[in-house]
């Protein structure tokens, strides 16, 4: 079979009438080659980028330099200067950490919209390159069909539906197809083992869940079953690797200030489940508000994609509790007599929501609400869902959560 012209994809861009063309049908190329030459234009492109990211790098530094130069607090001044620092030493431009100084995250606002200028060219030419291959990949199939040739005709057809996960960012996906497949859920399909970690309290404990990746608790325990049962859908679909973070007991504001959080950071993975909401955040005993606990999540949030930029957040809003009124353990020693959950907790459920709806690549997967309703329509019966007052059970795994969770991700059914 003919290689396809060396200039071929770079025509893409600018004739995508020519994917019809039966002259390139008749040239007959090869996913292999084709795949070649896209990774080659993206080398192209990316160095591009990086030329751009550079030039703005200087402009970064040039600017905390000229803050330096005013009249400024010693506790001002040595923030700017590790900012400059840290500028300076890291291979990556990207916003650091929040800071407790105003100069330094107005800097961080800045920078974090110029990254975006200086990428955007790149974007927009690498989705109207994937867009016009997909559509090659599309006629290339329906060429082979006619010829009989139906296996052949599969494999275009699957390349091509992988391409926006394999090439394009989270946001980009997002943004080209809302309420449709993530790119976790794309890279699964294509067999490219996407990594996945569960981070949460006990409501999200369970070390069967883990798949090929480690699984880490603060204490001993399996108190829930959505974990185990979500791996082995997951692993239907394709090779995949899954792991966990959780804290029993611990609100979000503890598991950051533990520095729990780091593990996970270092990992990059593709995705993370986070759940700390209405199983932690509404607590009375933490005292944390629901603007304060929608804060922490964006704080994990920024740490986690300054980690991986690509990375796809679902946040689980978990079940409606009903100890409500009741004290355990974690409540009575520190003297507080508060019950584990208290009447708050759909406020916290919809934090989920509209935090979700407010960021790109940021999911809500929304039980809470589908569990509140079954508790309305018979208390009772809404008990077989439920192991105790703060955990699911296998029932509530099978039938609620995962399935949810599956929805949302975009397996088709």
């Known amino acids: 079979m003919k290689c396809p012209n060396r200039n071929f994809l770079s025509l893409l861009l600018v004739f995508p009438a020519l994917l019809l063309s039966s002259l390139y049908l008749q040239a007959s190329p090869t996913i292999e080659s084709m795949q070649e030459r896209l990774e080659e234009e993206i080398a192209k492109l990316d160095q591009e980028r990086d030329e751009r990211i550079e030039a703005l790098r200087k402009q970064y530094l040039g600017a905390v330099e000229r803050q330096l130069g005013g009249n400024l607090t010693p506790a001002n001044r040595e923030a700017l200067e590790a900012e400059r620092d840290r500028v300076r030493s890291e291979d990556d431009l990207h916003p650091g950490s929040p800071s407790d ?81 993530t790119r976790f859920m794309s890279l699964l399909e294509a067999g490219d083992e996407p990594y996945l970690i569960i981070v949460g309290t006990s409501t999200s404990e369970h070390r069967g869940g883990a798949v090929n990746a480690p699984w880490r608790q603060c204490a001993s325990g399996n108190r829930t079953n959505w974990p185990p049962v979500l791996a082995d859908k997951l692993k239907d679909i394709g090779p995949v690797k899954i792991g966990g973070r959780t804290c029993a007991g611990v609100s979000l504001k503890e598991f950051l200030d533990r520095g729990q959080l780091d593990w996970v950071v270092e990992q990059k993975p593709d995705a993370v489940i986070v759940e700390f909401a209405t199983g932690a955040d509404a607590v009375g005993r933490f005292n944390i508000t629901v603007a304060e606990s929608r804060q922490y999540h964006e704080t994990m949030i920024e740490k986690l994609r300054g980690a991986n930029p690509d990375m796809e957040i679902f946040l689980w809003n978990g079940m409606r509790s009903t100890n409500q009124g009741r004290r355990n353990y974690w409540d009575d020693r520190n003297g507080s007599g508060r019950s584990a959950s208290d009447e708050g907790q759909p406020e916290y459920a919809q934090m989920y929501v509209e935090l979700a709806n407010s960021m790109p690549g940021v999911y809500a997967v929304d039980t809470y609400t589908i569990f509140q309703e079954l508790y309305e329509e018979d208390s009772n019966a809404y008990r077989t869902f439920i192991r105790d007052g703060n955990h699911t059970n296998r029932r509530g795994a099978e039938e609620i959560i995962v399935p949810k969770i599956l929805e949302v991700m975009g397996k088709e059914d």
Not at 114 to 127: C, G, N, S, W
Not at 129 to 158: P, T, V
């Open 101 to 181: 100084h105003p100069a330094v995250n107005r800097l961080h606002e800045a920078l974090i919209e110029q990254i975006e200028i200086a990428e955007q060219p790149r974007i927009d030419r690498l989705t109207t390159l994937i867009e016009n291959l997909q559509n090659f990949s599309e006629a290339q199939a329906r060429n082979l069909r006619q010829q009989g040739q139906r296996d052949r005709a599969e494999e275009w057809e699957n390349w091509g539906k992988a391409l926006p996960a394999r090439h394009l960012s989270a946001r980009a996906v997002a943004a080209g197809a809302p309420g449709g497949k």
